[in-house]
Nanobody
Framework: EVQLVESGGGSVQAGGSLRLSCLASGLPSYTIYQCMVWLRQAPGKEREGVAR????????AYADNVADRFTISRDGAKNTLYLEMNNLKPEDTAMYYCAAAVPSTCSSGSWRTGRNMEYWGKGIQVTISS
């Protein structure tokens, strides 16, 4: 059974930092689900892809509104995906999810809207106060 479990969320003031982790179990290193994505959804807003990493090639992409503040990475040995978030803003407040998909989801750009994800974590809340 595939499980994605997020951790590291919480509440911080604007300008602060958080590091999210996503532990993937049931997804071995040779898995076809080589597109790992962080997404978020704020109340009343559309879900959006924040960052993605293609684990096969190592290529990384970010949403424009986080590109200079967030860093996605992974530790294959630990089966863990990370999202380092710096200079957080109140508009970053949302439920954050990690998800796994086939490589074409990364290359096609559909990760930006959360389409075509095969597996999802349950999400973790991030709240930024001004």
């Amino acid at each position: 059974e595939v499980q994605l479990v997020e951790s590291g969320g919480g509440s911080v003031q604007a300008g602060g930092s958080l590091r999210l982790s996503c532990l993937a179990s049931g997804l071995p290193s040779y898995t076809i689900y080589q597109c790992m994505v962080w997404l978020r959804q704020a109340p009343g807003k559309e879900r959006e892809g924040v960052a993605r990493i293609a684990t096969g090639s190592g290529s990384i992409a970010y949403a424009d509104n986080v590109a200079d503040r967030f860093t996605i990475s992974r530790d294959g040995a630990k089966n863990t995906l990370y999202l380092e978030m710096n200079n957080l803003k109140p508009e970053d407040t949302a439920m954050y999810y990690c998800a796994a998909a086939v490589p074409s989801t990364c290359s096609s750009g559909s990760w930006r809207t959360g389409r075509n994800m095969e597996y999802w974590g349950k999400g973790i809340q991030v709240t930024i106060s001004s």
